[in-house]
């Protein structure tokens, strides 16, 4: 079955970034002059999906109105004769076919992604962490779509990190496929050293068949009573469903840190025309001794 619906997840409180996620969610953080979650729903429409759920929580409206008309905004942009601002606003908008539903408790990222099963149905899907901004020639949700494919079953997104740095994330025991293709053996979530199954550790890009939806259900609430993803995954693999992982190409940036949010905004804007030869030359200019 053809993969054409996303879902994002967008309902978590931003603390890295108090006080300024106080009052905007941090997926509204600018990329230049970009919100974040602006450049995951690119990388989505650009993969060929046209259905994008985003998973809010309160507080959350602004990502809503980011992709939603503003007739006000455009009138006034049409008639202070700024028409390719006006051409930009009107294309985010048309960017997709947009539904959003909200967390109610904050319960895990499991629980999150439960809240999109009304709208995605018996479907594969798409799942983003948008915290994470990959930049690549071929959209990485796309390089996971096309070991759907090929192979069929879920895909999750890995990355080789050294050994000191997989305690942060989910990491697979993997067997061979392709080039960078595994059959996922097992799956664990922030594992100490010692224990690491490997140095492939899971990045915020999935693509998840419905036999997800009752294991999600089923799936035990760990630290702090959350339901984690990896574990619905753990048992996606005890259960005999297959699980791939793909070591896509490209750039990953954490821009839920503000290091990361701060390293993709200059690698994003030195790739532009009207911005990287100018931040080029500053950059120059700084006496970093």
């Not at 053809?2 to 978590?12: D, F, P, W």
């Not at 048309?94 to 479907?123: C, H, P």
């Not at 996971?144 to 997104?157: M, N, P, T």
Request: charged share 25%; glycine share 6%.
């Amino acid at each position: 079955m053809t993969v054409r619906k996303a879902v994002i997840l967008a309902a978590g409180h931003g603390t890295r970034f108090l006080p300024a996620t106080k009052a905007v969610p941090k997926e509204m953080l600018p990329l230049v002059d970009q919100p974040v979650i602006q450049h995951v729903v690119e990388e989505a429409v650009s993969a060929g999906l046209t259905q994008i759920t985003i998973v809010t929580a309160q507080s959350k409206r602004a990502v809503e109105d980011h992709f939603d008309r503003n007739p006000d905004l455009e009138e006034a942009l049409a008639s202070g004769g700024k028409e390719a601002e006006l051409r930009e606003v009107q294309r985010v908008t048309n960017l997709a076919e947009f539904a959003f539903v909200r967390q109610k408790e904050r319960k895990g990222i499991a629980d999150a992604v439960l809240q999109a099963r009304q709208v995605i149905g018996a479907e594969p899907f798409a799942l983003f962490f948008p915290d994470d901004v990959i930049v690549s020639d071929v959209p990485a949700i796309r390089q996971l779509v096309d070991v759907y494919e090929s192979h069929g079953g879920s895909v999750v997104a890995v990355q080789q990190l050294p050994r000191e740095e997989v305690v942060h994330y989910g990491v697979i025991r993997p067997e061979p496929v392709e080039e960078r293709v595994y059959r996922v053996r097992a799956i664990v979530e922030k594992p100490a050293v010692a224990d690491a199954p490997s140095d492939l550790t899971t990045v915020g890009r999935f693509i998840l068949t419905p036999e997800i939806w009752p294991l999600i259900e089923r799936t035990p609430p760990g630290l702090k009573g959350e339901v984690q993803l990896t574990d619905s995954l753990a048992l996606l693999i005890e259960s005999g469903e297959p699980l791939f992982a793909c070591q896509f190409r490209g750039e990953r940036f954490d821009t839920g840190r503000p290091l990361g949010l701060l390293e993709a905004s200059i690698a994003l804007a030195l790739r532009r025309e009207d911005t990287g030869p100018e931040l080029k030359r500053y950059l120059k200019s700084l006496s970093l001794g």
